[in-house]
């Protein structure tokens, strides 16, 4: 029990670091599925008690949620039509995962039952409540699981925009939420992509680009691989100090481990 605390908080502190270091929100969304786990480790000692589906499905939907935006450079999502009937699919997947795990967590004692719900006496309604909650929360969950899909499978080519121009979009006044964004046009057509802070940094002065794109099979656009390889040291200043920061957050994470898990 204790080492599988330990092991969901170096998780904890991976997702973390990728949303310090990529800016993306998206990375947050698998803290969500850790909560089940840390609820089982902390009001449970017992290791036949542990309910190992939940523990996998746990697992794997944290795996998921951060593959799907795990190695992506530069991307364009907003212009990518929903498919629904994929959309629809994947949610009634999702919605099983999501209600039994939850549902199923709050009934054995990993986590407590949502305030109020829990006083309802009529069993049916309670049901039918429990399941608008977690029908609404597993459509948040669908965005990664289908974004994971497209960015997996999909073609690749070549794409050369010109007359680049980079900008950034400050939210929170210049926090960690900041988004980022290049232009450019290839045979008049303007195309438009967000990127990360750190490919920002190393691209922002260019006028011409030549990106190998990944076209997902449900419409997005990815990119995966530098298009300025040779100006990597324009980003050594924020690398050497994320590195730094990285460091002292690991081992804090060690040492928050080891008092709470070992000790």
């Known amino acids: 029990m204790k080492y599988l605390g330990l092991f969901t908080l170096f998780i904890v502190y991976f997702i973390l670091d990728c949303f310090?270091?990529?800016?993306?929100?998206?990375?947050?969304?698998?803290?969500?599925?850790?909560?089940?786990?840390?609820?089982?480790?902390?009001?449970?000692?017992?290791?036949?008690?542990?309910?190992?589906?939940?523990?996998?499905?746990?697992?794997?939907?944290?795996?998921?949620?951060?593959k799907s935006i795990w190695g992506i450079l530069i991307w364009n999502t907003k212009d990518r039509k929903l498919n629904y009937y994929v959309f629809i699919f994947i949610y009634f997947i999702v919605f099983v995962l999501t209600y039994y795990t939850f549902n199923e967590s709050m009934n054995i004692g990993y986590i407590p039952n949502i305030p109020y719900i829990s006083?309802?006496?009529?069993?049916?309604?309670?049901?039918?409540?429990?399941?608008?909650?977690?029908?609404?929360?597993?459509?948040?969950?669908?965005?990664?699981?289908?974004?994971?899909?497209?960015?997996?499978?999909?073609?690749?080519?070549?794409?050369?925009?010109?007359?680049?121009?980079?900008?950034?979009?400050?939210?929170?006044?210049?926090?960690?939420?900041?988004?980022?964004?290049?232009?450019?046009?290839?045979?008049?057509?303007?195309?438009?992509?967000e990127l990360t802070k750190r490919q920002y940094i190393i691209i922002r002065n260019e006028r011409i680009l030549e990106l190998k794109l990944k076209k997902g099979i449900l419409g997005g656009v990815y990119i995966f691989t530098n298009p300025c390889p040779n100006f990597e040291n324009r980003a050594y200043r924020r690398d050497r100090k994320i590195a730094r920061c990285s460091l002292l957050f690991f081992l804090l994470t060690i040492f928050i481990g080891i008092y709470i898990f070992i000790i």
Not at 154 to 178: M, Q
Request: glycine share 6%.
């Open 119 to 193: 006083s309802i006496s009529s069993k049916s309604l309670k049901n039918i409540i429990n399941i608008l909650i977690w029908g609404n929360i597993s459509i948040f969950f669908t965005f990664p699981f289908y974004n994971f899909i497209d960015k997996t499978i999909g073609k690749s080519e070549d794409l050369i925009i010109i007359c680049c121009r980079s900008y950034g979009i400050n939210l929170f006044y210049g926090t960690i939420f900041s988004r980022y964004y290049i232009e450019g046009i290839n045979n008049g057509r303007q195309y438009r992509f």
């Open 20 to 66: 310090i270091v990529n800016k993306r929100i998206y990375w947050l969304v698998s803290l969500i599925w850790t909560i089940p786990i840390f609820g089982l480790v902390f009001n449970f000692e017992n290791v036949s008690e542990i309910n190992g589906l939940i523990i996998l499905i746990c697992f794997f939907m944290i795996f998921i949620s951060s």
